[in-house]
C-alpha cells in the first residue's frame, strides 16, 4: 500500500545543514513535495521535485531523489532559527486527487 | 488576498453532538480537500471534491460527510462526535487536482471531542 515515512524529530545548531529524509513506496509518483508548517499555522509548499530528476536546488534548499531506493531528502544549508517548524514529504499518486502525506519531521534550531 | 478561511479555529464537543466546520478559498480553484493531522500521522485525506458538484471518499471518510456548495466552499460535518475524531482538521484547495500543483492550506481547526 501507499506509505511515506519520515523520522520524528532533528536537532540542529543555527548555521549548521539539516537533512530531513523520507522513504516512499508508490513508484508510480510523478511528483515529491516538501512542505512546511510553522506553529499554529497550515502547510506551506516549500519545493517539489520531478520524478525523473534526481537533484533540485532552490537557493539554502537542495532536494535529492534516489528512485530506486525510494528515498527522498531535503537539505537546508545555514539553518536559521527560522526554520524551525514540521516539515512533510509528500508525493502524488499518478495523476489523481490524492496526495500522500509522510508523518512529518519537527525541525528544531539551537541558537 | 485571503487564500483559504477555515471556521472555527478551535472547537470543543461532547460526544454526539454533531458540527460543520466551513471552508472557502478565493482563488478560483476547481479542487479542494479535507485533511486531518494526527501525531505521528502526517496528514490523512477524509475527503475531496475534485471540482463543483463531485464530492468522494478519502482515506479516512468514516464519520464524516461533506458538502460542496459552490466553487467557493467545502464544508466538513461530524454528525455524531466521537472522542476518535479528535484532531487538527485542514481544508485545502488547488487548481485542477492533477499533480504538480500547489496546495494552498487552512490555518486549521483544533477539535476536541469530550
Known amino acids: 500500500g501507499e506509505d511515506v515515512e519520515q523520522s520524528l524529530f532533528l536537532s540542529v545548531r543555527e548555521g549548521d545543514s539539516s537533512v530531513i529524509n523520507c522513504t516512499y513506496t508508490?513508484?508510480?509518483?510523478?511528483?515529491l513535495y516538501w512542505y512546511k508548517q510553522e506553529p499554529g499555522a497550515g502547510l506551506q509548499l516549500l519545493t517539489y521535485?520531478?520524478?525523473?530528476?534526481d537533484m533540485k536546488q532552490d537557493q539554502r534548499l537542495t532536494v535529492l531523489l534516489n528512485k530506486k531506493d525510494k528515498h527522498l531528502s531535503l537539505r537546508i544549508a545555514d539553518t536559521q532559527t527560522g526554520d524551525s517548524a514540521i516539515y512533510f514529504c509528500?508525493?502524488?499518486?499518478?495523476?489523481?486527487?490524492?496526495?500522500?502525506f509522510g508523518t512529518g519531521t519537527r525541525l528544531k534550531v539551537l541558537a | 488576498n485571503a487564500g483559504v478561511t477555515q471556521t472555527p479555529k478551535f472547537q470543543v464537543l461532547k460526544t454526539g453532538q454533531s458540527m460543520t466546520l466551513q471552508c472557502a478559498q478565493d482563488?478560483?480553484?476547481?479542487?479542494m480537500y479535507w485533511y486531518r493531522q494526527d501525531p505521528g500521522m502526517g496528514l490523512r485525506l477524509i475527503y475531496y471534491?475534485?471540482?463543483?458538484?463531485?464530492?468522494d471518499k478519502g482515506e479516512v471518510p468514516n464519520g464524516y460527510n461533506v458538502s460542496r456548495l459552490n466553487k467557493r466552499e467545502f464544508s466538513l460535518r461530524l454528525e455524531s462526535a466521537a472522542p476518535s475524531q479528535t484532531s487538527v482538521y485542514f481544508c485545502?484547495?488547488?487548481?485542477?487536482?492533477?499533480?504538480?500543483?500547489?496546495?494552498?492550506f487552512g490555518s486549521g481547526t483544533q477539535l476536541s471531542v469530550l
Open positions: 485545502a484547495s488547488s487548481d485542477q487536482g492533477q499533480g504538480n500543483e500547489k496546495l494552498f
Open positions: 508508490d513508484s508510480s509518483s510523478t511528483y
Open positions: 521535485i520531478f520524478s525523473n530528476m
Open positions: 509528500a508525493e502524488d499518486t499518478s495523476g489523481t486527487y490524492k496526495y500522500i
Open positions: 482563488m478560483n480553484h476547481n479542487s
Open positions: 471534491s475534485a471540482s463543483e458538484g463531485t464530492t
